[in-house]
């Protein structure tokens, strides 16, 4: 369960979406929900005070009615991971932006998403209801693992969650490779089983399943066929898949958002 939910709002469409996004979940968490807009300051005083307005009227259309609206000045990135920390949220909602914006998009995301103490979530759909199809990046590092389980405690109890662990064989032969496959099959039956201990009776339904190949190849293949509304990663970890992550997987996918990303460090 989530408490404290923060939307950084930069008064684009794709924000508007984020705050939906949150407002539904701070319904669902019972979450308090804060909404920060970080002021451009080579605007002039008329214009933020139209960006409070507009602000105001969101919040009050779509959001719990107590909802908080923080303006702040500075460097994006900065100033939300500080207010993060000041008013305690425990989760971050964004905006995805498919194309640059200089004020709060490229560099801003990276340097949030690296230095992130809570859980990311980056919305790029434009779909408000409670989400029914999660996929969630399995491998065996604690990264990985307190992903799926943040990830399960996100969703409703109604919805699905599979776990994809993608998997390169060593060049071998076909028995070789078949007996390779067949440990790995093993390792991530039993690390689901400890793991799906751990989480609360009451929650979605949780699958896995083992895939050769190519790792991204692999996850936008999943994400297409089982109509995915939003994917888990971890950020951080140790192993092949946790490595990618790390580095250009989850850039990837913060970057082109195939849909809503969820973001565990």
């Known amino acids: 369960m989530f408490t404290h939910i923060l939307i950084a709002h930069d008064l684009r469409d794709t924000a508007e979406m984020a705050l939906r996004r949150a407002a539904q979940l701070a319904r669902q968490h019972g979450a308090r929900l804060s909404v920060l807009h970080v002021l451009d ?92 199809r999660a996929l969630a ?54 690390l689901l089983h400890d793991e799906a201990q751990k989480l609360p009776e009451i929650g979605p339904r949780l699958s896995h399943s083992l895939h050769e190949g190519g790792i991204l190849r692999c996850l936008q293949q999943q994400l297409r066929s089982r109509r995915s509304e939003v994917l888990i990663l971890g950020s951080h970890g140790r192993g092949a898949l946790s490595q990618a992550l790390l580095g250009s997987l989850a850039q ?11 973001v565990v460090r």
């Open 41 to 132: 300051p080579t605007q002039s005083e008329q214009q933020h005070e139209h960006a409070r307005q507009v602000l105001d009227r969101s919040i009050g259309q779509h959001a719990p009615p107590d909802s908080a609206l923080h303006l702040r000045s500075g460097k994006p990135s900065e100033v939300v991971l500080q207010l993060l920390g000041e008013l305690d949220c425990d989760l971050l909602v964004l905006g995805a932006h498919h194309q640059r914006h200089d004020f709060f998009s490229g560099t801003s995301l990276d340097r949030i998403s690296r230095h992130c103490p809570v859980a990311l979530l980056l919305v790029a759909r434009n779909a408000f209801d409670p989400y029914e």
């Open 137 to 190: 990046a399995i491998d065996f590092s604690l990264c990985a693992c307190s992903a799926l389980a943040q990830g399960y405690r996100l969703l409703p109890e109604e919805a699905e969650l599979h776990a994809v662990h993608v998997f390169e064989a060593d060049k071998g032969t076909p028995e070789q490779r078949r007996s390779q496959l067949q440990i790995q099959q093993a390792l991530i039956d039993q």
């Open 252 to 262: 990837h996918f913060l970057h082109k958002a195939p849909c809503d990303v969820f």
